[in-house]
């Protein structure tokens, strides 16, 4: 059963207008991942608590954010480590991405959403291969 994390209603017109405001990188993560395509369902722009996380999965508890260059910089970089240890304290995973790599290793960074996905959410293999009697 799914654990509900508390969330502040005032965000939900901020996320929706963010859903249509996505970045390149957003926008070229979420069609990898949407409707299921790794196995699981993310949705985007979703708020937990008082942040707005771009992608994530409530079965897994799962986030990913993916940081422009405004993350780098030295106030965002503290806004940022705080806001991540609370959302930690929630039990929510984070999954950090530079824009760059999103754009540039898409391959990679799906690789490393695969992966999360597989040590949190293992799936048996096809035709029972690895079952243990």
């Not at 929706?16 to 979420?30: Q, S």
């Not at 999965?57 to 780098?72: N, Y």
């Not at 304290?89 to 490393?112: C, H, P, Q």
């Amino acid at each position: 059963m799914r654990k509900i994390i508390p969330y502040h209603a005032h965000l939900i017109a901020l996320a929706k207008n963010l859903r249509n405001k996505m970045t390149f990188g957003e926008i070229a993560l979420w069609r990898e991942i949407k409707g299921k395509k790794l196995g699981v369902r993310f949705s985007r722009q979703i708020s937990i608590d008082r942040y707005i996380v771009d992608f994530y999965c409530k079965d897994l508890r799962l986030a990913i954010e993916v940081d422009g260059s405004v993350h780098f910089w030295p106030e965002k970089e503290v806004r940022d480590r705080i806001r991540q240890r609370r959302l930690e304290a929630l039990g929510v995973r984070i999954l950090r991405f530079s824009d760059t790599d999103v754009k540039n290793n898409l391959r990679w960074v799906v690789g490393e959403i695969e992966r999360e996905i597989q040590m949190t959410h293992p799936r048996p293999l096809p035709g029972g291969e690895g079952a243990q009697d």
